[in-house]
């Protein structure tokens, strides 16, 4: 891989643990294990961010909820279906389809 494709992923992995992070501090249920399958985790982080979103709308912008992206867990402790899942939402919002034209200006 290219230095400059590594570069181009390591800043969509921060993007996406950042957006995680700032899932993680609204929904209690990401912060431990959760004992579903992996498509059900997808439902729930799809479901997570739409109610994020329409909080958002609702409530307003709050620029502190995207201040602090250092609660991520450590690497070591991460699951590899967890990094599978990390990767494939990475993968889709970096797509022409999941991405914004805004995405990498905000976070």
Not at 49 to 67: K, P, Q, S
Request: aromatic share 14%.
């Amino acid at each position: 891989m290219a230095v400059v494709d590594a570069n181009y992923y390591c800043r969509a992995r921060r993007n996406v643990e950042c957006a995680f992070g700032i899932l993680c501090r609204k929904f209690e249920i990401f912060y431990g294990f959760i004992a579903v399958g992996p498509d059900f985790v997808n439902t729930i982080v799809q479901a997570a961010t739409v109610l994020h979103n329409y909080i958002r709308r609702r409530d307003g912008f709050a620029f502190e909820d995207t201040l602090n992206c250092d609660n991520m867990l450590a690497i070591e402790s991460r699951s590899l279906v967890g990094q599978q899942v990390r990767d494939q939402f990475a993968q889709y919002f970096l797509s022409e389809v999941g991405s914004v034209p805004w995405q990498n200006n905000r976070i």
